[in-house]
C-alpha cells in the first residue's frame, strides 16, 4: 500500500474534538513496536509490531512529500504467540534489535482517513492521520488524499505543530543525547 502519512504535535485534550468530528468515541491503541536492522547497515523501517493483540511484520520505504511522508508499506500479519519466534527469525538472517517505540492512545476514520491521537514513548502527544491507497495510485490519488490530510490539520489548527522528523530519529537521538551525559 502507498500510505500517505502526516503527524503533528498535539494534545490528548484534541479527544473530544476529534470524537465531535467523527461521531464516535476514539477506540483504544496499544501499538509495542520492535525496529530491526542488519549491523552497519541503515534501514528505513523492519517492524514486528503488537498491536492490540495482533502482530504485525511491516517493512516500509519511506519518501517525503512538502509536509507529508508518501511511504510504501508492505505488511503480514501473525499470531501473537509468534512473536519470539519472529525475533528469532529476523535474528537469524543476521538481523539486530534497532530500538524500541511505545503507542498509546486513541484511534477513528474519518472520510478515508486514519487518524490517531498518541502518546509515543516519552516524546509527548501526537496527533498522525494517514491514507491508504493502493501501490498504483497516482498523482491525482495522492494529491487528493494530501488535500484531505491538510484539511483536517487545518481543522484543528495544527499545521504550525507538523512534525517532519521521524520518531525513529527522535527516540535515537534522546538515547544518544542521555548517554552522553554521566
Known amino acids: 500500500m502507498k500510505e500517505i502519512e502526516i503527524k503533528a504535535h498535539a494534545s490528548m485534550e484534541l479527544k473530544g474534538d476529534i470524537d465531535a ?4 468515541s476514539g477506540s483504544p491503541v496499544d501499538k509495542d513496536d520492535l525496529y530491526f536492522r542488519r549491523p552497519g547497515e541503515e534501514i528505513q523501517a523492519l517492524r514486528i509490531r503488537v498491536n492490540n493483540g495482533k502482530l504485525e511484520f511491516t517493512a516500509k520505504r519511506q519518501s517525503y512529500g512538502e ?4 511511504n510504501l508499506e508492505f505488511e503480514v500479519s501473525l499470531s501473537v504467540s509468534e512473536r519470539d519466534n519472529a525475533i528469532g527469525f ?3 538472517l543476521g538481523f ?8 498509546r492512545g486513541y484511534s477513528w476514520v474519518h ?3 486514519h487518524i490517531e491521537l498518541l502518546e509515543v514513548n516519552d516524546l509527548g502527544s501526537f496527533l498522525e492521520m494517514e491514507a491508504l491507497l493502493p501501490f498504483s495510485a ?3 490519488e495522492v494529491g487528493e488524499a494530501q488535500r484531505k490530510l491538510y484539511d483536517l490539520i487545518d481543522r484543528f489548527s495544527l499545521r504550525g ?3 517532519r522528523t521521524s520518531y525513529r530519529e527522535m527516540i535515537l537521538n534522546g538515547i544518544q543525547s542521555k548517554s552522553h551525559t554521566c
Open 90 to 92: 529476523f535474528k537469524c
Open 96 to 103: 539486530e534489535e534497532y530500538f524500541r517505540k511505545h503507542k
Open 111 to 113: 472520510d478515508g482517513i
Open 161 to 163: 505543530n507538523i512534525e
Open 67 to 70: 509536509l507529508s511522508e508518501d
Open 21 to 24: 468530528l467523527t461521531g464516535t
Open 138 to 140: 497516482g498523482e491525482v
